[in-house]
């Protein structure tokens, strides 16, 4: 096991690392010119971006600048590293719905709730995602988070089109997907709805 597995692992209860935990995920590239396993992909595209890298370039940049470091660590064979061109490829055709759901079981694996933990369910507009600004009614993605306090980080995410669903249906979803009793959750006044107290 290399160095870096064992410090994503290090958590103690947490049963996958980060690297198996994005093994899981089907490779859907075809297998002709396929240089990189997407696992590496998509933990190069985490690293960098929770070190401040946005864009397809600077994803390109961040893997240059620490090769060296990420071959050693992830007992790598000698190889390059996937240009911006690659990294615009599988973004833009991944399933984002299963790649949530492997980073949920993730960290939901390695930070179990307790009782009494208090959970912040909020909902947010994505910057940029408005389709057409001349509209009245405007069309745009948003993210609804189940943050937790004592953690600090989000347990499930979910994303979701205005026109197609609401903020009110999304957070129950993911309530009911988690199950969680003895905890207690806060949340705007947009969700003080009978359905959700219940």
Not at 23 to 35: C, E, H, N
Request: with cysteine; hydrophobic share 45%; net charge neutral.
């Amino acid at each position: 096991m290399s160095k870096l597995n064992m410090e994503l692992s290090s958590s103690p209860g947490m049963k996958t690392n980060l690297i198996e935990a994005l093994a899981l995920l089907p490779d859907f590239r075809a297998s002709r010119g396929k240089r990189y396993p997407l696992w590496l992909i998509l933990l190069l595209v985490i690293m960098a971006t929770m070190s401040d890298c946005y864009g397809y370039r600077a994803l390109e940049d961040f893997a240059r600048r620490h090769h060296q470091a990420l071959l050693e660590n992830l007992d790598l064979p000698l190889m390059g590293f996937p240009s911006d061109s690659t990294f615009r490829r599988v973004m833009m055709s991944i399933d984002f719905t299963q790649l949530a759901q492997v980073l949920t079981n993730w960290i939901r694996d390695g930070m179990p709730t307790q009782e009494g933990d208090w959970l912040g369910v909020d909902g947010k507009s994505i910057k940029g995602t408005v389709n057409n600004y001349a509209q009245a009614y405007q069309d745009f993605v948003s993210v609804v988070s189940v943050f937790s306090s004592r953690c600090g980080v989000a347990l499930a995410l979910e994303q979701f089109r205005n026109k197609e669903n609401s903020e009110i249906d999304i957070v129950q979803l993911l309530l009911a997907n988690l199950g969680l009793t003895g905890v207690i959750f806060t949340f705007d006044a947009l969700h003080c709805q009978k359905k959700l107290s219940n």
